[in-house]
Protein backbone atom coordinates (compact mmCIF):
# COMPACT_ATOMS: atom_id res chain seq x y z
CA UNK A 1 0.00 0.00 0.00
CA UNK A 2 3.27 2.29 1.00
CA UNK A 3 4.79 1.57 -2.25
CA UNK A 4 1.33 2.49 -4.43
CA UNK A 5 0.77 5.43 -2.59
CA UNK A 6 4.34 6.64 -2.98
CA UNK A 7 4.26 5.91 -6.93
CA UNK A 8 0.35 7.84 -6.96
CA UNK A 9 2.42 10.60 -5.18
CA UNK A 10 5.04 10.72 -8.03
CA UNK A 11 2.74 10.62 -10.90
CA UNK A 12 0.25 13.34 -9.13
CA UNK A 13 2.43 15.22 -6.71
CA UNK A 14 6.02 14.89 -7.86
CA UNK A 15 7.06 17.98 -5.68
CA UNK A 16 5.13 17.25 -2.18
CA UNK A 17 6.94 14.24 -2.28
CA UNK A 18 10.50 15.89 -3.26
CA UNK A 19 9.91 17.84 -0.39
CA UNK A 20 8.99 14.76 1.86
CA UNK A 21 12.08 13.08 0.91
CA UNK A 22 14.30 16.14 1.45
CA UNK A 23 12.96 16.77 5.02
CA UNK A 24 13.19 12.72 5.82
CA UNK A 25 17.15 13.47 4.70
CA UNK A 26 17.50 16.29 6.88
CA UNK A 27 16.02 14.49 9.87
CA UNK A 28 18.04 11.84 9.15
CA UNK A 29 21.17 14.34 9.22
CA UNK A 30 20.36 15.54 12.62
CA UNK A 31 19.43 12.26 14.56
CA UNK A 32 22.65 10.99 13.60
CA UNK A 33 24.83 14.25 14.79
CA UNK A 34 22.27 14.60 17.19
CA UNK A 35 24.50 16.06 19.86
CA UNK A 36 25.34 19.07 18.01
CA UNK A 37 21.11 19.92 18.25
CA UNK A 38 20.33 19.35 21.65
CA UNK A 39 19.18 22.11 23.67
CA UNK A 40 21.70 23.93 25.45
CA UNK A 41 20.21 25.89 28.92
CA UNK A 42 22.92 29.07 29.73
CA UNK A 43 22.77 30.09 32.78
CA UNK A 44 23.71 33.80 34.32
CA UNK A 45 26.15 33.82 37.10
CA UNK A 46 23.19 34.49 39.76
CA UNK A 47 21.56 31.83 38.57
CA UNK A 48 24.13 29.10 39.47
CA UNK A 49 25.11 31.69 42.81
CA UNK A 50 21.78 33.16 44.27
CA UNK A 51 22.15 35.97 46.38
CA UNK A 52 26.27 36.00 45.99
CA UNK A 53 26.03 38.15 43.04
CA UNK A 54 28.25 41.50 44.19
CA UNK A 55 27.74 44.18 42.45
CA UNK A 56 24.51 42.85 41.11
CA UNK A 57 23.10 44.79 38.43
CA UNK A 58 19.97 46.93 38.99
CA UNK A 59 19.07 48.74 34.96
CA UNK A 60 20.24 50.03 32.29
CA UNK A 61 19.84 54.17 31.95
CA UNK A 62 20.31 55.86 28.91
CA UNK A 63 23.01 58.75 29.40
CA UNK A 64 21.58 60.84 26.18
CA UNK A 65 20.47 59.52 22.51
CA UNK A 66 23.87 57.18 22.30
CA UNK A 67 24.98 56.22 25.82
CA UNK A 68 24.31 53.59 28.21
CA UNK A 69 25.17 53.35 31.93
CA UNK A 70 25.22 49.93 33.87
CA UNK A 71 23.54 50.87 37.44
CA UNK A 72 24.29 48.46 40.00
CA UNK A 73 22.23 47.56 43.21
CA UNK A 74 25.27 48.72 45.64
CA UNK A 75 27.03 51.44 44.00
CA UNK A 76 30.30 52.60 45.20
CA UNK A 77 32.37 55.51 44.44
CA UNK A 78 34.96 52.59 43.96
CA UNK A 79 36.85 52.73 40.96
CA UNK A 80 37.27 49.28 38.54
CA UNK A 81 38.27 48.47 35.47
CA UNK A 82 35.55 47.44 33.20
CA UNK A 83 35.88 45.64 29.74
CA UNK A 84 33.69 46.71 27.43
CA UNK A 85 33.72 44.04 23.97
CA UNK A 86 31.67 45.25 20.78
CA UNK A 87 31.10 42.20 18.29
CA UNK A 88 33.84 40.26 19.39
CA UNK A 89 36.24 42.76 18.58
CA UNK A 90 38.82 43.84 21.36
CA UNK A 91 37.99 44.91 24.66
CA UNK A 92 38.17 48.81 25.57
CA UNK A 93 39.10 49.48 29.34
CA UNK A 94 37.38 52.00 31.39
CA UNK A 95 38.25 52.66 34.20
CA UNK A 96 35.36 53.71 35.90
CA UNK A 97 32.39 53.42 39.34
CA UNK A 98 29.83 52.34 37.02
CA UNK A 99 30.61 51.44 33.41
CA UNK A 100 29.16 54.13 30.80
CA UNK A 101 29.72 53.61 26.78
CA UNK A 102 29.09 55.12 23.88
CA UNK A 103 27.01 52.55 20.81
CA UNK A 104 28.08 52.29 17.84
CA UNK A 105 25.79 53.09 15.20
CA UNK A 106 23.39 50.06 13.96
CA UNK A 107 22.76 46.83 15.67
CA UNK A 108 25.80 45.91 17.61
CA UNK A 109 26.03 42.98 20.52
CA UNK A 110 27.89 44.26 23.71
CA UNK A 111 29.72 42.28 26.46
CA UNK A 112 31.03 44.00 29.83
CA UNK A 113 32.62 42.33 32.47
CA UNK A 114 34.84 43.05 35.00
CA UNK A 115 37.44 41.35 37.77
CA UNK A 116 35.96 42.18 40.37
CA UNK A 117 32.17 41.16 38.98
CA UNK A 118 32.83 37.23 37.77
CA UNK A 119 29.58 37.71 35.34
CA UNK A 120 29.57 38.75 31.65
CA UNK A 121 27.10 41.28 31.20
CA UNK A 122 25.66 41.09 26.98
CA UNK A 123 23.25 43.76 25.40
CA UNK A 124 21.82 43.55 22.14
CA UNK A 125 21.51 46.98 20.90
CA UNK A 126 20.62 49.37 17.83
CA UNK A 127 22.15 52.95 18.11
CA UNK A 128 20.33 55.23 15.23
CA UNK A 129 21.28 58.68 15.01
CA UNK A 130 18.95 61.62 15.12
CA UNK A 131 18.70 63.22 11.92
CA UNK A 132 20.45 61.05 9.93
CA UNK A 133 20.38 61.54 5.82
CA UNK A 134 20.57 57.79 5.40
CA UNK A 135 17.35 56.54 3.96
CA UNK A 136 17.13 53.18 6.11
CA UNK A 137 17.59 55.64 9.46
CA UNK A 138 15.48 58.02 8.14
CA UNK A 139 12.19 55.30 8.60
CA UNK A 140 13.73 54.16 12.12
CA UNK A 141 13.11 55.89 15.48
CA UNK A 142 16.21 57.80 16.48
CA UNK A 143 17.99 57.17 19.79
CA UNK A 144 18.54 53.96 21.40
CA UNK A 145 16.45 50.45 21.36
CA UNK A 146 17.56 47.55 23.27
CA UNK A 147 16.75 43.99 22.04
CA UNK A 148 18.15 41.72 24.78
CA UNK A 149 20.27 42.08 27.76
CA UNK A 150 21.29 39.18 29.38
CA UNK A 151 21.91 40.48 33.18
CA UNK A 152 22.16 38.92 36.79
CA UNK A 153 18.53 38.75 38.01
CA UNK A 154 18.54 39.97 41.94
CA UNK A 155 16.57 38.18 44.69
CA UNK A 156 16.78 34.84 43.61
CA UNK A 157 16.03 31.78 46.25
CA UNK A 158 19.13 29.44 46.67
CA UNK A 159 17.66 26.61 45.22
CA UNK A 160 20.30 23.79 45.41
CA UNK A 161 17.67 21.02 45.33
CA UNK A 162 18.45 20.86 41.56
CA UNK A 163 21.61 19.77 41.85
CA UNK A 164 21.17 15.50 42.41
CA UNK A 165 24.06 14.82 43.95
CA UNK A 166 23.05 11.68 45.98
CA UNK A 167 22.42 9.41 42.56
CA UNK A 168 25.69 7.32 43.22
CA UNK A 169 24.10 3.88 43.52
CA UNK A 170 26.43 2.50 46.59
CA UNK A 171 25.83 -0.65 48.31
CA UNK A 172 24.81 -0.99 51.96
CA UNK A 173 28.48 -2.38 52.77
CA UNK A 174 29.95 0.75 51.02
CA UNK A 175 27.92 3.30 52.84
CA UNK A 176 28.82 2.00 56.26
CA UNK A 177 32.27 1.69 55.19
CA UNK A 178 32.48 5.41 53.89
CA UNK A 179 30.48 6.74 57.67
CA UNK A 180 33.60 4.32 59.24
CA UNK A 181 35.87 6.64 57.49
CA UNK A 182 34.09 9.73 57.50
CA UNK A 183 33.76 9.04 61.94
CA UNK A 184 37.37 7.17 61.95
CA UNK A 185 39.96 8.13 59.83
CA UNK A 186 38.79 11.56 58.81
CA UNK A 187 37.40 12.69 61.97
CA UNK A 188 33.74 14.28 60.59
CA UNK A 189 31.69 15.59 63.67
CA UNK A 190 28.16 16.81 63.13
CA UNK A 191 29.04 20.30 65.05
CA UNK A 192 31.47 21.38 62.75
CA UNK A 193 31.14 23.76 60.02
CA UNK A 194 30.53 23.02 56.22
CA UNK A 195 33.93 24.66 55.79
CA UNK A 196 35.75 22.95 58.35
CA UNK A 197 34.36 19.19 57.04
CA UNK A 198 35.59 20.38 53.82
CA UNK A 199 38.69 20.91 54.57
CA UNK A 200 39.17 17.42 56.30
CA UNK A 201 37.63 15.54 53.43
CA UNK A 202 39.60 17.38 51.25
CA UNK A 203 43.05 16.57 52.77
CA UNK A 204 42.52 12.92 53.34
CA UNK A 205 41.21 12.62 49.89
CA UNK A 206 43.56 14.58 48.33
CA UNK A 207 47.12 13.09 49.91
CA UNK A 208 45.37 9.98 49.37
CA UNK A 209 44.24 9.76 46.17
CA UNK A 210 47.35 11.95 45.36
CA UNK A 211 49.27 11.39 41.28
CA UNK A 212 46.03 9.20 40.98
CA UNK A 213 44.73 10.98 37.36
CA UNK A 214 44.95 9.02 34.50
CA UNK A 215 44.00 6.46 31.86
CA UNK A 216 41.92 3.41 34.14
CA UNK A 217 42.29 -0.62 33.40
CA UNK A 218 39.23 -1.01 32.03
CA UNK A 219 38.67 -3.46 35.16
CA UNK A 220 38.73 0.10 37.32
CA UNK A 221 36.17 1.73 34.98
CA UNK A 222 33.96 -1.32 35.37
CA UNK A 223 33.90 -0.59 39.19
CA UNK A 224 31.67 1.12 41.67
CA UNK A 225 32.48 4.57 42.92
CA UNK A 226 33.48 3.18 46.08
CA UNK A 227 35.72 0.50 44.63
CA UNK A 228 37.52 3.17 41.67
CA UNK A 229 38.37 4.69 45.05
CA UNK A 230 40.06 1.89 46.37
CA UNK A 231 41.59 0.99 43.01
CA UNK A 232 43.54 4.45 43.30
CA UNK A 233 44.45 3.85 46.90
CA UNK A 234 46.19 0.89 45.44
CA UNK A 235 47.94 2.55 42.84
CA UNK A 236 45.65 2.17 39.83
CA UNK A 237 44.50 5.46 38.04
CA UNK A 238 41.21 7.19 37.57
CA UNK A 239 40.31 10.24 35.20
CA UNK A 240 39.28 13.49 36.70
CA UNK A 241 35.78 12.83 36.31
CA UNK A 242 36.01 9.41 38.81
CA UNK A 243 37.82 11.97 41.16
CA UNK A 244 34.79 14.50 41.23
CA UNK A 245 32.36 11.26 41.92
CA UNK A 246 34.75 10.16 44.55
CA UNK A 247 34.48 13.53 46.12
CA UNK A 248 30.58 13.59 45.56
CA UNK A 249 29.99 10.02 47.74
CA UNK A 250 32.37 11.70 50.52
CA UNK A 251 30.70 15.13 50.70
CA UNK A 252 27.18 13.39 50.05
CA UNK A 253 27.89 10.51 53.05
CA UNK A 254 28.91 14.05 54.95
CA UNK A 255 25.48 15.67 54.36
CA UNK A 256 26.99 18.46 52.35
CA UNK A 257 25.62 19.65 48.51
CA UNK A 258 28.12 19.22 45.99
CA UNK A 259 27.87 19.04 41.95
CA UNK A 260 30.22 18.39 39.62
CA UNK A 261 31.43 21.28 36.49
CA UNK A 262 33.30 20.61 33.40
CA UNK A 263 35.12 23.04 31.63
CA UNK A 264 35.46 23.01 28.18
CA UNK A 265 36.39 25.11 24.64
CA UNK A 266 35.15 25.52 21.08
CA UNK A 267 38.08 24.07 18.75
CA UNK A 268 36.82 25.00 14.67
CA UNK A 269 32.82 24.72 16.01
CA UNK A 270 33.32 21.36 18.57
CA UNK A 271 33.65 21.74 21.81
CA UNK A 272 36.17 19.89 23.55
CA UNK A 273 36.07 19.03 27.53
CA UNK A 274 39.02 19.80 29.14
CA UNK A 275 38.65 19.20 32.91
CA UNK A 276 35.91 18.17 35.64
CA UNK A 277 35.81 19.03 39.24
CA UNK A 278 33.52 20.52 41.50
CA UNK A 279 31.79 22.68 43.73
CA UNK A 280 30.09 22.20 47.30
CA UNK A 281 27.57 24.66 48.94
CA UNK A 282 28.33 26.36 52.14
CA UNK A 283 24.62 26.90 53.55
CA UNK A 284 25.90 29.20 56.60
CA UNK A 285 27.24 31.44 54.00
CA UNK A 286 24.82 30.78 51.04
CA UNK A 287 27.64 30.23 48.78
CA UNK A 288 29.55 27.54 46.28
CA UNK A 289 33.20 27.23 46.83
CA UNK A 290 35.57 24.97 44.14
CA UNK A 291 37.36 22.16 44.81
CA UNK A 292 39.48 20.00 42.73
CA UNK A 293 40.61 16.66 44.39
CA UNK A 294 43.29 15.27 41.12
CA UNK A 295 44.95 18.75 40.89
CA UNK A 296 45.09 18.75 45.19
CA UNK A 297 43.84 21.78 45.31
CA UNK A 298 41.27 21.81 47.83
CA UNK A 299 40.03 25.65 47.89
CA UNK A 300 41.05 28.95 46.44
CA UNK A 301 40.76 31.83 49.08
CA UNK A 302 41.09 35.40 48.08
CA UNK A 303 42.74 38.29 49.57
CA UNK A 304 39.72 39.10 51.58
CA UNK A 305 39.71 35.20 52.90
CA UNK A 306 36.46 34.20 50.67
CA UNK A 307 36.84 30.61 48.99
CA UNK A 308 36.03 31.09 45.40
CA UNK A 309 33.62 29.49 43.01
CA UNK A 310 34.59 28.07 40.02
CA UNK A 311 33.31 30.71 37.62
CA UNK A 312 35.92 33.01 40.03
CA UNK A 313 38.42 30.37 39.99
CA UNK A 314 38.60 29.92 36.02
CA UNK A 315 38.81 33.77 35.18
CA UNK A 316 41.11 34.41 37.87
CA UNK A 317 44.61 35.57 36.56
CA UNK A 318 47.20 32.97 36.71
CA UNK A 319 49.82 35.44 37.84
CA UNK A 320 47.42 36.34 41.10
CA UNK A 321 49.91 35.58 44.09
CA UNK A 322 46.95 37.32 46.25
CA UNK A 323 44.87 34.18 46.21
CA UNK A 324 45.84 31.18 48.16
CA UNK A 325 45.23 27.50 47.61
CA UNK A 326 45.14 24.86 49.84
CA UNK A 327 46.64 21.44 48.98
CA UNK A 328 47.08 18.40 51.05
CA UNK A 329 50.30 16.96 52.29
CA UNK A 330 49.36 14.52 54.35
CA UNK A 331 46.03 12.88 55.57
CA UNK A 332 45.04 15.20 58.22
CA UNK A 333 47.09 18.50 56.94
CA UNK A 334 46.61 21.56 54.94
CA UNK A 335 49.26 23.90 53.32
CA UNK A 336 48.50 26.91 51.67
CA UNK A 337 50.29 27.98 48.24
CA UNK A 338 50.13 31.29 46.44
CA UNK A 339 47.73 30.44 43.16
CA UNK A 340 50.14 31.70 40.75
CA UNK A 341 53.18 28.62 41.77
CA UNK A 342 50.22 26.35 39.90
CA UNK A 343 51.49 24.11 37.35
CA UNK A 344 51.03 25.61 33.53
CA UNK A 345 48.82 22.27 33.29
CA UNK A 346 46.14 23.90 35.31
CA UNK A 347 46.25 26.79 33.63
CA UNK A 348 45.70 25.34 30.19
CA UNK A 349 41.90 24.13 31.38
CA UNK A 350 41.26 27.70 32.91
CA UNK A 351 40.17 31.33 31.60
CA UNK A 352 37.86 33.52 30.67
CA UNK A 353 37.75 32.25 27.06
CA UNK A 354 36.11 28.84 28.41
CA UNK A 355 33.13 27.68 29.26
CA UNK A 356 31.52 25.83 32.63
CA UNK A 357 28.93 23.11 32.32
CA UNK A 358 27.22 22.35 35.42
CA UNK A 359 26.03 18.92 35.77
CA UNK A 360 22.11 18.60 37.58
CA UNK A 361 22.88 14.71 37.74
CA UNK A 362 26.35 13.29 38.42
CA UNK A 363 25.35 10.05 37.76
CA UNK A 364 25.10 9.53 34.30
CA UNK A 365 23.87 5.67 34.44
CA UNK A 366 20.13 7.37 34.84
CA UNK A 367 20.11 9.78 31.99
CA UNK A 368 20.68 7.35 29.37
CA UNK A 369 17.49 5.38 29.33
CA UNK A 370 15.58 5.64 26.54
CA UNK A 371 12.80 7.71 27.96
CA UNK A 372 15.26 10.10 29.17
CA UNK A 373 17.11 10.29 25.70
CA UNK A 374 13.90 10.80 23.97
CA UNK A 375 13.23 13.88 26.45
CA UNK A 376 16.18 15.32 25.56
CA UNK A 377 15.64 14.97 21.91
CA UNK A 378 12.16 16.30 21.94
CA UNK A 379 12.22 18.73 24.38
CA UNK A 380 13.77 21.42 25.74
CA UNK A 381 14.90 19.44 28.74
CA UNK A 382 18.41 19.64 29.68
CA UNK A 383 20.69 17.61 32.65
CA UNK A 384 23.04 20.61 32.54
CA UNK A 385 23.31 24.27 32.35
CA UNK A 386 26.14 26.41 30.70
CA UNK A 387 28.25 28.88 32.00
CA UNK A 388 30.09 31.14 29.06
CA UNK A 389 31.76 34.48 28.87
CA UNK A 390 32.36 34.06 25.78
CA UNK A 391 29.59 32.87 23.66
CA UNK A 392 26.34 33.55 24.06
CA UNK A 393 24.16 30.46 22.90
CA UNK A 394 20.59 31.28 21.29
CA UNK A 395 20.04 27.25 20.82
CA UNK A 396 19.53 27.73 16.96
CA UNK A 397 20.32 24.37 15.90
CA UNK A 398 17.70 22.85 18.24
CA UNK A 399 14.81 24.51 17.26
CA UNK A 400 16.09 24.16 13.28
CA UNK A 401 15.69 20.61 14.58
CA UNK A 402 11.98 21.36 16.15
CA UNK A 403 10.93 22.82 12.97
CA UNK A 404 11.83 20.12 10.66
CA UNK A 405 10.10 17.46 13.00
CA UNK A 406 7.27 19.79 12.68
CA UNK A 407 7.18 20.11 8.39
CA UNK A 408 7.91 16.18 8.50
CA UNK A 409 4.39 15.51 10.74
CA UNK A 410 2.90 18.27 8.65
CA UNK A 411 3.80 16.33 5.09
CA UNK A 412 2.62 13.00 6.47
CA UNK A 413 -0.49 14.04 7.72
CA UNK A 414 -1.19 15.66 4.53
CA UNK A 415 -0.02 12.23 2.98
CA UNK A 416 -2.35 10.32 5.03
CA UNK A 417 -5.18 12.69 4.70
CA UNK A 418 -4.65 12.06 1.00
CA UNK A 419 -4.91 8.66 1.08
CA UNK A 420 -7.92 8.56 3.09
CA UNK A 421 -9.86 11.11 0.89
CA UNK A 422 -8.83 9.23 -1.67
CA UNK A 423 -9.88 5.76 -0.16
CA UNK A 424 -13.06 7.30 0.37
CA UNK A 425 -13.74 8.77 -3.51
CA UNK A 426 -13.07 4.78 -4.85
CA UNK A 427 -16.00 3.71 -2.28
CA UNK A 428 -17.95 6.50 -4.04
Given amino acids: MLLKLLKLLLKKHPLVLFILLLITCANVYVFLNRDGFTYVKQSTYTELYPLT ?34 DSLAPITQNASSPEFI ?61 NDNEIPVSATEKDSIKKILEDSIGIRETETTVEKIKKIGAFLGYRLLNGGGLPPKGVRALSIFGQYRAVCSGQKIWCGNYALVFNLFARAANIRSRDISISRFYGGVEGNLHVFNEYYIPEQRSWAAIDLMFNNIGYVNAAGK ?81 SDSIANDNLKFHIKQLLLLLEMIVLLWFIGLLIFRRVLSKK
Wanted: hydrophobic share 35%; net charge neutral.
Fill in 53 to 86: GDPEVCELKTVNDSSIRIITANPSDKMTNWKIIT
Fill in 103 to 163: LQKGIHEYAIFTKEFPDTIRIKAEYVVKDSNTENDKARKPGITIYKADMPVIGQAANTDRW
Fill in 307 to 387: LLNAVEVKNADPADSSIKVLQAIAKDSLVTKPFSSLGSDLFEFFGRDKNLTFYNSVYKGNSNSFKEKMSRYFTQCSSTEMY
